[in-house]
């Protein structure tokens, strides 16, 4: 089922997840959900709070257009080694309309479960990277922009506050 996107600045985006300690049917589900809503977006990635379910459940496709779909799935997902620096423009379902380059790692590795509880290991460069730490960030109530400076942080949130007065 396609779900509902939070979008910045929704509190509930702010609230860290909670580890999921079963991997029960409906988590099972809400995995479903964020692939579907994320495919359906489209992104790259998606964190179970940006629907509003405060759990660690993190989808990643980084496969191309013209390549076939790659879905990760990543249960309680901790990235237990990092290396190197990347400075890459990234975007945000949740942060829709606004782009800005943020420094992350090169390259993670990262150790979460599956859907059937099996313990997975990922080593992930470039895009892929990229797409982990931003996920993971999420389950942690942290967006792309808290990784602004501060001057690009208080564009950011003066073009967001105007554009929600625009609304009104």
């Known amino acids: 089922m396609i779900r509902t996107i939070l979008t910045y600045p929704n509190p509930e985006l702010k609230k860290k997840s909670l580890p999921v300690t079963i991997i029960s049917a409906s988590v099972r589900e809400l995995a479903r959900d964020l692939a579907e809503t994320m495919y359906d977006a489209p992104g790259i990635g998606l964190a179970a709070p940006q629907i509003g379910v405060h759990q660690r459940v993190i989808v990643i496709d980084v496969s191309g257009k013209n390549e076939p779909p790659d879905l990760i799935v990543a249960i309680n997902p901790v990235i237990i080694h990092s290396d190197g620096d990347s400075f890459e423009e990234e975007g945000c379902l949740s942060v829709p309309s606004y782009a800005a380059n943020v420094k992350r790692h090169a390259g993670v590795i990262v150790k979460a479960l599956d859907l059937e509880g099996n313990e997975r290991t990922w080593n992930a460069e470039d895009l892929l990277a990229i797409a982990f730490q931003h996920e993971i960030d999420h389950l ?17 949130q003066r073009k967001a506050r105007k554009a929600a007065e625009e609304k009104r």
Do not use: C, Y
Request: proline share 6%; glycine share 6%.
């Open 140 to 156: 942690d109530g942290i967006l792309f922009v808290d990784h602004l400076s501060p001057l690009k942080r208080e564009l950011f």
